[in-house]
C-alpha cells in the first residue's frame, strides 16, 4: 500500500509538530507556509515561550504537559538543539487570587511537585520580584523557557531529513474537497493529497473550509527590559513567572539576550485585528509607558525603559481553549487552531494528536474539551 499523502498547511510550531510527527510514521508530507520557517509575522516568535505543568488553565491539561515535556526532550534529542532549559516557574500574586489558587489546586490534585513560598521567602529567594505584604509565590519545578524559533526550525529540519517536503514562500490560495481527499493550490500549482491539516494559526479564517470558525485575532505585544545585574536574571536563577498583581499583570522571561529580561504585560489588553496581516510592528506610547510603569513598580532589578518591542498575531476562541479535531463538516481533514495565547508548550503532543487523527482518524489522548464542533452545538 503507498503512503498515505499529507499536507499541512501552515509551520508555525503547531503544524511543525505535526509535520514532524506524520513523517516518522511514514506519511508523504507536504508542508507550506506562506513564509519562512522561524518567521515573526504569527504566533510562533519571539525569543521564549513558557512552559508549566501546574496548569492555571485547568488540570486536565496535566497529562498532556506531561506527554509534551518527554516529547520536548526528545526534540531536543532528535535535533541536538537546545529547546527547553527547565528553570522552574512562579506564580505570583495575593494568596486569594484565582490564579495562584489555581495553581495550588491542580498541583495538589495531580501530586505535582511544587512549593508555597510565603511573602517574606518569596522576597529572600527571588528579590528579583517586588513582593507586596500579602502576596506569595508557588513554585511548579516542572516548568522552563522554550525558544520558539529554534524550536520550528528544529522540527521541520528533521522532518526534511525523513523526506518530509518542506516548502516556505508557498500561501495556499485555494483548498478544494476531491471525491478521494483535496486539491490544493499555491501560486498556481495544484497538489493533490490524501488528508489536509489546517494549521494556520490566526490566519485560520482566510481559507474557505474554516472562514465560519469562531477565531478572533488578537495581537500580543512583548517587552524586553535591560536587567542592571544579569547574571541575577539569567534561568539559573530566575525561573519563569506568571505575575498577578492588584496594579498589573504580566508574564515574565529569564534573560535570553545577554540584555533583558522580556515581559508579556495582560492587563494592558490584547487588542483584535481584522487581519494578521494588519499587526503593527509597533506598539502605542501609552502602551510602552504602561508597561514600563508596570517593571518599574514590580521588577526593581530592570531600567524601566524597553528596549526592544515585539509584536505577534495570535487566534483565540470563546472560551481559549483550541480547535483541536476533525474539521465539521468535511472528511478527510484536521483543524488545528485557535491556542489562545498558550499552545506553544503543548505543540509536540498536539502534533501527536494531529498525526493521530490525519493517519488514523482517532487519537488516545483526551481531547474532547477542544473539540472544533462544540460552539456549533452549544
Ligand atoms: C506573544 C505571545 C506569547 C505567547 N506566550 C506563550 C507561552 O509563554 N507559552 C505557551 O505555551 N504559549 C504561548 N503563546 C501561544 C503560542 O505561542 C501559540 O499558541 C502557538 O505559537 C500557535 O502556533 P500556530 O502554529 O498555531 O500559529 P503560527 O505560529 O501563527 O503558525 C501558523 C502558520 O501558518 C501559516 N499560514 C497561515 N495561512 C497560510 C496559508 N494560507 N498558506 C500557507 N501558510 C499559511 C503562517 O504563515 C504561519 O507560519 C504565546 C503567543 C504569543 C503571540
Redesign the pocket.
Known amino acids: 500500500m503507498s503512503q498515505p499523502r499529507v499536507a499541512v498547511?501552515?509551520?508555525?510550531?503547531?503544524?511543525a509538530m505535526t509535520t514532524w510527527q506524520l513523517v516518522r510514521r511514514g506519511a508523504d508530507v507536504l508542508a507550506?507556509?506562506?513564509?519562512s520557517p522561524g518567521?515573526d509575522?504569527?504566533?510562533?516568535a519571539?525569543e521564549s515561550?513558557?512552559?508549566r505543568t501546574a496548569y492555571k488553565e485547568g488540570s486536565n491539561y496535566v497529562p498532556l504537559l506531561q506527554r509534551a515535556g518527554r516529547s520536548w526532550r526528545e526534540l531536543e534529542r532528535s535535533a541536538s538543539a537546545e529547546l527547553l532549559t527547565m528553570c522552574g516557574g512562579l506564580t505570583i500574586g495575593p494568596a486569594d487570587h484565582p490564579d495562584v489558587q489555581a495553581v495550588r489546586r491542580c498541583a495538589e490534585e495531580h501530586g505535582l511537585d511544587h512549593e508555597v513560598l510565603d511573602t517574606e521567602l518569596a522576597r529572600e529567594r527571588f528579590p528579583q520580584h517586588r513582593i507586596d505584604d500579602g502576596e506569595v509565590m508557588v513554585l511548579d519545578p516542572a516548568a522552563g523557557v522554550l525558544r520558539?524559533e529554534p524550536a520550528v526550525q528544529a522540527a521541520l529540519r528533521i522532518a526534511a531529513d525523513a523526506g518530509a517536503k518542506v516548502l516556505p514562500h508557498?500561501?495556499?490560495?485555494e483548498v478544494a474537497e476531491t471525491a478521494h481527499g483535496w486539491r490544493i493550490t499555491?501560486g498556481g500549482t495544484d497538489f493533490d493529497v490524501d488528508h489536509v491539516v489546517f494549521?494556520?494559526?490566526?490566519?485560520a479564517r482566510?481559507?474557505e473550509p474554516l472562514r465560519s470558525l469562531p477565531i478572533e485575532i488578537r495581537r500580543?505585544t512583548?517587552c524586553w527590559f535591560a536587567a542592571r545585574d544579569t547574571a541575577a536574571h539569567r534561568p539559573d536563577r530566575l525561573p519563569i513567572a506568571i505575575r498577578r498583581h492588584r496594579d498589573a499583570g504580566f508574564?515574565c522571561f529569564p534573560l535570553l539576550d545577554g540584555v533583558s529580561v522580556k515581559i508579556?504585560p495582560h492587563h494592558l489588553g490584547w487588542p483584535a485585528l481584522d487581519s494578521p496581516d494588519d499587526l503593527p510592528r509597533s506598539a502605542e506610547p501609552e502602551f510602552a509607558r504602561a508597561a514600563a510603569a508596570a517593571a518599574a513598580r514590580l521588577l526593581p532589578g530592570v531600567t524601566p525603559h524597553p528596549v526592544r518591542i515585539g509584536t505577534?498575531?495570535?487566534?483565540f476562541t470563546p472560551d481559549e481553549h483550541a480547535l483541536l479535531g476533525p474539521l465539521p463538516g468535511h472528511r478527510n481533514a484536521t483543524v488545528?487552531?485557535g491556542?489562545?495565547?498558550?499552545?506553544?508548550?503543548?505543540?509536540p503532543v498536539f502534533g501527536e494528536i494531529g498525526a493521530d487523527l490525519a493517519l488514523r482518524g482517532s487519537t488516545e489522548h483526551d481531547i474532547t474539551q477542544l473539540d472544533p464542533d462544540r460552539f456549533a452545538r452549544a
Open positions: 498547511i501552515g509551520t508555525g510550531v503547531i503544524g507550506f507556509d506562506t513564509y518567521h509575522r504569527g504566533a510562533s519571539g515561550r513558557i512552559f520558539p508557498h500561501r495556499i490560495s499555491s494549521a494556520p494559526g490566526p490566519w482566510d481559507l500580543i512583548a508574564s508579556v505577534f498575531a495570535e487566534g488545528m487552531t491556542f489562545s495565547g498558550h499552545g506553544f508548550k503543548l505543540a
